[in-house]
């Protein structure tokens, strides 16, 4: 099955600065590489999506990449502001006959420092 | 538009006990999700719903987890009996279709702690 690292785990950066968090899949079929923020205690929150056939997708301060040859996909998020302080996951979703449950990376917490 | 409901939203049981959690997908999404989801770790997929038929269950631990949606709409899932390590929240998520990279949208989840 599909597997995907996340790096860092952590990531501090200054108010107004760039943050980039990193992912790689295994699984060569996956096409559907979603972000998701979460709040301590909150639900999971779908923030940009790319699929295999979009090298990048940028909406406002969030960008992604996805780069299919060497299986890895990456999150830039520019002009950072408190309220982007939150843990954030990649997944991969693999097809097969309708079969898309999302694997996820184990999350980087991102803390803007003021 | 309404999102993913879920409830309850905490539950407390103890080892060996029965649980059931409920959720009620957006309207007219045909594809459910449950995820498992341990402290300080990402979601973990357990069974994939398209309308009433499983899609996937290859994760779930069938020995005491069990899932239905009957009506192709609400879900339930049910742990018996329980032990320690199922302590985690247990999300309930939602997209229009399957099989071709579809949003999905979480609801906010049931806490559940078992002693």
């Known amino acids: 099955g599909e597997n995907v690292e996340q790096h860092p785990s952590t990531l501090s950066v200054q108010e107004g600065d760039s943050a980039v968090i990193k992912c790689t899949y295994s699984d060569s079929a996956s096409n559907y590489f979603p972000w998701y923020k979460q709040e301590l205690g909150k639900r999971p929150q779908l923030i940009i999506d790319?699929?295999?056939?979009?090298g990048e997708k940028k909406d406002q301060r969030i960008a992604v990449t996805l780069n299919k040859t060497a299986k890895h996909f990456s999150l830039h998020i520019t002009e950072t502001q408190p309220e982007d302080s939150a843990v954030y996951f990649c997944a991969g979703g693999e097809p097969g006959g309708g079969a898309d449950g999302l694997t996820f990376g184990k999350g980087t917490h991102l803390i803007i420092q003021p | 538009e309404a999102g993913v409901a879920q409830s309850p939203r905490y539950k407390i049981i103890e080892k060996r006990q029965s649980v059931a959690f409920w959720c009620n997908p957006i309207s007219g999404h045909a594809t459910l999700y449950w995820y498992q989801q341990i402290l300080g770790q990402g979601p973990k997929l357990l069974i994939q719903?398209?309308?009433?038929?499983?899609?996937?269950d290859s994760q779930l631990p069938k020995d005491r987890f069990s899932a239905e949606r009957l009506k192709g709409v609400d879900s339930t899932l049910k742990i018996q009996p329980a032990k320690l390590e199922d302590s985690a929240v247990y999300l309930c998520?939602?997209?229009?279709?399957?099989?071709?990279?579809?949003?999905?949208?979480f609801g906010p989840g049931t806490r559940l702690t078992v002693t």
């Open positions: 790319i699929r295999s056939n979009v």
């Open positions: 719903f398209q309308n009433n038929g499983v899609v996937d």
């Open positions: 998520a939602s997209s229009v279709l399957a099989g071709g990279g579809e949003a999905q949208y």
